[in-house]
């Protein structure tokens, strides 16, 4: 069977994630190695060109979804017709079903971000946060944190092979236990959280019980997009910046960063939390 009508035709069009070269170590001895890819992405809606990202091409019809629900130049996957991607010429066409509206005005306004050299908010995404209402009975406690840790450690196989990539997890908090659901490596930590919120669509999930891990910096960028996700825990080996922090405790996100080990810090939400 194929796929309800409501959801976009996608063309599922991957690249290979590493590629080999040989470099010369301190020995001066010449050894085969494994790099990360990179390519430019270019996305065009109705043709229209919105941007050039940078990605591994691991989830780039998952990357052009999510980059439009986290930019709101699209309100839900319905209103997307197909996502087709030609690694020929590096780009990716979305089709919506009745345009982009006045995307063309909220393009105007843009916040360049810290999201390693690319990350824009459209039409002062910052503004929405006072709408977001997060779940105020989701809870998570120390062990969960440490078993969450735990099993994203295990799934950046890009990383481990090559290094240079970032790598961004979506787990379910359910009664049994953490349960990671999808584990997105890319060049940068704004493609891998942009490709989980198109996934998350995709798949129709909603974020009430849902965990957010970042291996990146925890930005405003970063904050903002898992407010909009619904997801009332962000988590990161890495620390927040003053702008994430203050934003954070405006949508009441409970943050926690420096995860390593069994050491954490958590900066915000420490309702939501229990050791």
């Known amino acids: 069977m194929g796929a309800p009508p409501s959801l ?3 063309s599922r069009a991957t690249r290979p994630l590493t590629f080999e070269i040989t470099a010369i170590n301190e020995k ?3 050894l085969p190695i494994s790099i990360a890819g990179e390519h430019p992405l270019t996305l065009y809606v109705d043709k229209r060109e919105i941007v050039t990202l940078m990605t591994l091409g691991a989830w780039p019809e998952a990357l052009a979804i999510g980059y439009l629900r986290n930019q709101r130049l699209v309100e839900s996957v319905e209103e997307i017709a197909s996502v087709q991607v ?3 010429v590096n780009a990716v066409a979305v089709t919506t079903r009745r345009g982009l509206g006045n995307a063309a005005e909220r393009m105007q306004q843009r916040t360049v971000t810290t999201g390693c050299g690319q990350g824009t908010m459209f039409g002062d995404l910052m503004q929405d946060v006072e709408n977001i209402h997060l779940p105020p009975d989701a809870r998570l406690d120390q062990e969960r944190l440490f078993a969450l840790t735990q099993d994203v450690r295990q799934l950046q196989s890009v990383y481990k092979q090559a290094g240079a990539v970032h790598g961004c997890a979506l787990a379910r908090n359910g009664a049994a236990g953490v349960e990671v659901l999808m584990f997105v490596e890319d060049v940068g ?8 919120a198109g996934q998350m669509w995709l798949d129709g999930l909603d974020g009430g019980d849902k965990i957010f891990f970042t291996t990146g910096r925890l930005t405003s960028e ?4 898992t407010a909009q996700m619904g ?3 962000l988590i990161s080996r890495s620390g927040t910046t003053q702008m994430g922090w203050e934003i954070a405790r405006q949508t009441g996100i409970t943050m926690i960063g420096r995860v390593q080990g069994r050491h954490y810090l958590v ?7 229990s050791r």
């Open 222 to 225: 970063m904050v903002i997009k």
């Open 86 to 88: 030609d690694w020929d």
């Open 231 to 233: 997801i009332p825990f």
């Open 267 to 273: 900066y915000t939400g420490t309702e939501r939390f």
């Open 28 to 30: 001066g001895e010449a």
């Open 189 to 196: 930590r704004h493609n891998a959280v942009d490709a989980i």
């Open 8 to 10: 976009p035709l996608l």
